[in-house]
């Protein structure tokens, strides 16, 4: 009897977690104690289609104890590698021009703890859409054009994303947030990573993310360069 056995979820490049399974027998230090299923590696080599994927899970079966599973099956079942666009350093960062003077507790630094409270871009993104959901549902009661509202979860947003410190973009979460920042040396590489996933992996993302909608729409309206299609 197997002794394969779940062992947890992490987060993938495209916004759904993946599953990864654990074999005892194998040594802690292996390589291969710990691994992901069919379904995980099509969904890490980007596959969105479910006819594509059942044509590559077959695909791949067949190929299985020849002698290793060649990436190029990904490929030909509609795969990509995964894409990283480097994030430059902003010319003029929007965190030294925000309130400084206000204690520990002003909301900036609330944003910026709660996202470096989370080692991933999964976790970031769900803390900071909440933040935003909150100020979203709470402007309701002002008499105030949406976009003043945005541009100040935006500044927010932006100073938060600064104090994070990457490098590049190779997920999901990543893009889908720093697209809607208030640089534009960073909205750019952002637009060209959710681009060729737009009506695919970035479309069931959003679908079940409606403060994410809401927000990239004002963003959209603040900064005619965004794409129509983030909203």
């Not at 599953?19 to 590696?41: L, N, Q, W």
């Not at 409270?117 to 105030?144: P, T, Y």
């Not at 060209?192 to 695919?200: K, N, Q, S």
Request: hydrophobic share 40%; aromatic share 8%.
């Amino acid at each position: 009897m197997s002794q394969i056995k779940p062992a947890g979820h992490i987060p993938s490049p495209y916004g759904v977690p993946l599953a990864v399974f654990e074999d005892p027998t194998e040594p802690m230090d292996s390589d291969k104690r710990y691994f992901h299923d069919i379904d995980g590696c099509m969904t890490v080599a980007g596959i969105h289609n479910p006819d594509s994927r059942a044509r590559c899970k077959v695909a791949l079966k067949a190929a299985m104890g020849k002698g290793g599973v060649p990436f190029q099956i990904f490929l030909d079942h509609g795969g990509r590698r995964i894409q990283k666009e480097p994030l430059p350093r902003p010319a003029e960062p929007v965190y030294p021009s925000l309130p400084s003077d206000c204690g520990v507790d002003i909301p900036v630094e609330n944003w910026i703890t709660l996202a470096l409270d989370h080692a991933d871009w999964c976790g970031r993104a769900r803390v900071l859409l909440k933040i935003i959901d909150e100020n979203l549902d709470r402007s309701d009661g002002f008499d105030l054009p949406p976009e003043i509202i945005g541009l100040s979860l935006q500044a927010l947003l932006t100073a938060t994303i600064e104090h994070v410190g990457d490098k590049e973009i190779d997920c999901l979460e990543a893009a889908a947030l720093i697209v809607l920042t208030a640089h534009h040396e960073w909205t750019e590489p952002a637009i060209r990573w959710l681009a060729p996933i737009r009506d695919t992996w970035f479309a069931d993302w959003k679908e079940s993310r409606p403060a994410y909608r809401e927000f990239a729409g004002i963003c959209c309206k603040i900064n005619p360069n965004l794409p129509g299609w983030l909203a």
